[in-house]
C-alpha cells in the first residue's frame, strides 16, 4: 500500500539553527500538509499545500516556517532559526483531492529536538 | 469556530470486549468528515475511518464502526472484539469544508489500554 514518508526520524539542532523536515508524499496524492504534535498534546495543523501554494496556513505558521515542493516527489518544510518550543513531532501528510470528506494520510513523523 | 471534544483521558478493556471512545464536535459548517485515526507507542498516525456529515449510515471498517449522532453532535469510535495491539491514543478530528486543502481540527485523544 503506498505510504507517505518523512526523513529524517529524528532530528536534534541546535537552537538558532536551520532545519529542513523532508517527505515524499503518496504519488498521485495532489494535497500536502504539515501537522505538528508537542509531546503529549493534540495535533496542530501548520499548513497545507497545493499546486505550488499554500493553500491555508495556522497562526503557528509564522515567517519562520516555509514549505517547498522543490521537484516532483519532495515537500519540505524549512523552519529558518529553531527555537526551544519548535521540538515536537512533525507531521506530514498527503490526500488525494482537497475536499472535506478526504482522508489525509499521514508519514510516521520527524521527532525534532532543539537543544 | 469549529472544536472537537474527547473527553476520557483514558479507557481500559479487555482482550475481546468492545470499547467506546466518545467524540463531540461544534461546527456551524453544514458539509464537514469525521476521521479516527490511531496512533500507537512508536508515534505514527494511522488513519482508521472516515463518516461524512451527509452520510446516512454509519461508517464501518472491520472491526472500527463509527457511531454517528449527527443531532447529538457526537461522532463516537467502537472498537470491537479488542486485541492487545489495539492498545494506542486514538484521535478524533474533524475537516471543514469552506476550502480545499483543509485543515483537519483534532481532539486531544483518548489513552485505550487493552488487557489480557
Known amino acids: 500500500e503506498p505510504e507517505v514518508t518523512q526523513t529524517p526520524s529524528h532530528q536534534v539542532t541546535q537552537m538558532g539553527q536551520e532545519v529542513i523536515l523532508r517527505c515524499v508524499p503518496i504519488?498521485?496524492?495532489?494535497?500536502f500538509y504539515w501537522y505538528r504534535q508537542i509531546l503529549g498534546q493534540k495535533v496542530e495543523f501548520l499548513v497545507s499545500?497545493?499546486?505550488?501554494?499554500?493553500?491555508?496556513k495556522s497562526e503557528i505558521f509564522d515567517d519562520q516556517f516555509s514549505v517547498e515542493r522543490p521537484d516532483g516527489s519532495n515537500f519540505t518544510l524549512k523552519i529558518r532559526s529553531t527555537k526551544l518550543e519548535d521540538s515536537a513531532m512533525y507531521f506530514c501528510?498527503?490526500?488525494?483531492?482537497?475536499?472535506?470528506?478526504?482522508?489525509?494520510?499521514f508519514g510516521d513523523g520527524t521527532r525534532l529536538s532543539i537543544l | 469556530a469549529q472544536k472537537i471534544t474527547q473527553t476520557q483521558p483514558g479507557m481500559f478493556v479487555q482482550e475481546k470486549e468492545a470499547v467506546t471512545l466518545d467524540c463531540t464536535y461544534d461546527?456551524?459548517?453544514?458539509?464537514?468528515?469525521l476521521f479516527w485515526y490511531k496512533q500507537p507507542s512508536s508515534g505514527e498516525m494511522i488513519f482508521l475511518i472516515y463518516?461524512?456529515?451527509?452520510?446516512?449510515q454509519n461508517a464501518t471498517e472491520g472491526r472500527y464502526s463509527l457511531n454517528f449522532q449527527k443531532a447529538r453532535k457526537s461522532a463516537n469510535l467502537v472498537i470491537s472484539a479488542s486485541q492487545l495491539g489495539d492498545s494506542a491514543m486514538y484521535f478524533c478530528?474533524?475537516?471543514?469544508?469552506?476550502?480545499?486543502?483543509?485543515?483537519?481540527?483534532f481532539g486531544k485523544g483518548t489513552t485505550l489500554s487493552v488487557s489480557s
Open positions: 501528510a498527503s490526500s488525494e483531492a482537497g475536499a472535506y470528506n478526504q482522508p489525509q494520510h
Open positions: 504519488s498521485n496524492h495532489l494535497y
Open positions: 499545500f497545493y499546486n505550488n501554494e499554500i493553500s491555508e
Open positions: 461546527t456551524s459548517d453544514p458539509s464537514y468528515g
Open positions: 463518516q461524512g456529515s451527509y452520510d446516512q
Open positions: 478530528a474533524m475537516s471543514r469544508s469552506n476550502q480545499a486543502g483543509t485543515a483537519l481540527i
